[in-house]
């Protein structure tokens, strides 16, 4: 089929790639069909005739999206609508973290600005039961005792259940992009404790303290435990000890 011609609708030649251009197509016709996460997209076929281009230039264009996570493609099956992922951010920081070891205080500097708003947030949208989900965290990692890799996993989960609970799809993508960075920092963090023959005791008790204040519905005290946490976190990790 030429690329040159088609239906009235089809795309007019520019500079622009048609795999780019028939990409944001698509990402129009799912944002306008309300597709969601599962639903299929019509065939490459249907898809190809609607833009008057090849069905060389849909897969072309599949390809980009499947690359970005809009979408997941499925051998001998049409493609699917996928949960919006930030995979481009995700490598971003995977790459600027193993490039740069010294990048983990700007990571918690980042912490420091979105989960402290976040934790305000949640503290006024967060429903009981993910209040109980969180506090069902904590218990179990107090009960992992040094577990290194059952507290990494427990208090990443507790921190994205905070972000999550603030109900703000762009706080979740962010930190859905920095969930590899943010494990590795744990690792570190909890590594770098018992070197220094310290025990999560203080942590622990953060931790406590933060789910209190997301209990009361106060923001700015929610926000301050966030802070507080996250600044001895900070401190942690520059060696300053504690004030």
């Known amino acids: ?28 016709h799912i944002g306008r069909h309300g597709l969601a996460d599962g639903d299929e997209l019509p065939s490459e076929a249907k898809l190809a005739e609607e833009y008057g281009v090849s069905q060389r230039i849909v897969r072309d264009a599949l390809r980009a999206l499947s690359q970005q996570g809009v979408i997941r493609t499925r051998q001998g ?31 918690i500097e980042l912490r420091l600005a979105l989960e402290t708003k976040a934790a305000g947030l949640a503290a006024t949208r967060i429903s009981p039961e ?20 059952g507290r990494v996993e427990l208090d990443l989960a507790f921190h994205i259940g905070i972000v999550k609970a603030a109900r703000n799809r762009f706080f979740s993508g962010v930190i859905e992009a920095l969930s590899d960075v943010l494990a590795t920092e744990r ?15 203080e942590s622990d008790a953060e931790h406590r303290a933060l789910l209190l204040g997301l209990g009361t519905g106060d923001a700015a005290l929610a926000e301050q435990q966030m802070r507080t946490h996250l600044e001895r976190v900070q401190r942690t990790f520059r060696g300053d000890g504690p004030e």
């Open 1 to 28: 089929m030429p690329e040159s011609s088609g239906p009235a609708g089809a795309l007019p030649r520019d500079r622009e790639p048609l795999g780019t251009r028939v990409a944001a197509l698509i990402t129009e």
């Open 77 to 107: 099956k049409r493609a699917v609508v996928s949960e919006l992922r930030p995979v481009a951010v995700h490598s971003y920081f995977k790459l600027a973290m193993e490039a740069d070891g010294s990048a983990i205080d700007e990571l």
């Open 130 to 149: 993910e209040l109980e989900r969180l506090r069902s965290l904590l218990d179990e990692a107090e009960q992992a005792g040094d577990d290194l890799r």
């Open 187 to 201: 690792e570190r963090g909890k590594e770098l404790t018992e070197i220094l023959g310290e025990s999560h005791a």
